[in-house]
T-cell receptor
Framework: DQQVKQNSPSLSVQEGRISILNCDYT??????FLWYKKYPAEGPTFLIS?????DKNEDGRFTVFLNKSAKHLSLHIVPSQPGDSAVYFC????????????FGGGTRLMVKP | GAVVSQHPSRVICKSGTSVKIECRSL??????MFWYRQFPKQSLMLMAT?????????EQGVEKDKFLINHASLTLSTLTVTSAHPEDSSFYIC????????????FGPGTRLLVL
């Protein structure tokens, strides 16, 4: 049973437009959420995170929104750039799980020039 | 940000041999290190969690006698794939975290293992 799901395996966006990547979770114990970016044959790079006490966190072009009632989070990238093309993973952790992360399946973002 | 390195980045070995992969946290002390495996076009699969100085905790379905993990110091963890077989060919990634960087895990660049 997947506790973290990214239902869109891929997303294509025009350069300059907004990219919205979605993530849903089922475990109500999750209280910290993270987004990672991954290029082929490289390890994931941490992008942005959000605690369950917040509903929004912004860092430059990246904003993460959390809707706890819907158990849904999203990553907004604006404006999108070709260099943003990568696979994006959302991950979640529960406070009592010792930093253990549960990953979604990933969404491949392609930003077209 | 925190830097995690892995060595080697790529290894090719014959079936039946053992391969050791090192994971180092370069600028922080990692109280916990994680080992993941990624199959092509799939998500990261957590294999095991190791805390410095104690035995690793393996996820269900991961053979602890096949994937030996040692976390001897706060900056080094090793994964040894014993008697490797072609089905062990994969991309292995480690990550590290500590109380100083809270819940964020920082990932190494990964190791591509190909078993012939």
């Amino acid at each position: 049973d997947q506790q973290v799901k990214q239902n869109s395996p891929s997303l294509s966006v025009q350069e300059g437009r907004i990219s919205i990547l979605n993530c849903d979770y089922t475990n109500s114990m999750f209280d910290y959420f993270l987004w990672y970016k991954k290029y082929p044959a490289e390890g994931p790079t941490f992008l942005i995170s959000i605690s369950s006490i917040k509903d929004k966190n912004e860092d430059g072009r990246f904003t993460v929104f959390l809707n706890k009632s819907a158990k849904h989070l999203s990553l907004h990238i604006v404006p999108s750039q070709p260099g943003d093309s990568a696979v994006y993973f959302c991950a979640a952790s529960a406070g009592n799980a010792g930093n253990m992360l549960t990953f979604g399946g990933g969404t491949r973002l392609m930003v077209k020039p | 940000g925190a830097v995690v390195s892995q060595h080697p980045s790529r290894v090719i070995c014959k079936s039946g041999t053992s391969v050791k992969i090192e994971c180092r946290s370069l600028d922080f002390q990692a109280t916990t290190m994680f080992w993941y495996r990624q199959f092509p076009k799939q998500s990261l699969m957590l294999m095991a969690t190791s805390n410095e100085g104690s035995k690793a905790t393996y996820e269900q379905g991961v053979e602890k006698d096949k994937f030996l993990i040692n976390h001897a110091s706060l900056t080094l963890s090793t994964l040894t794939v014993t008697s490797a077989h072609p089905e062990d060919s994969s991309f292995y990634i480690c990550s590290a975290s500590s109380s100083a960087i809270q819940e964020t895990q920082y990932f190494g660049p990964g190791t591509r293992l190909l078993v012939l």
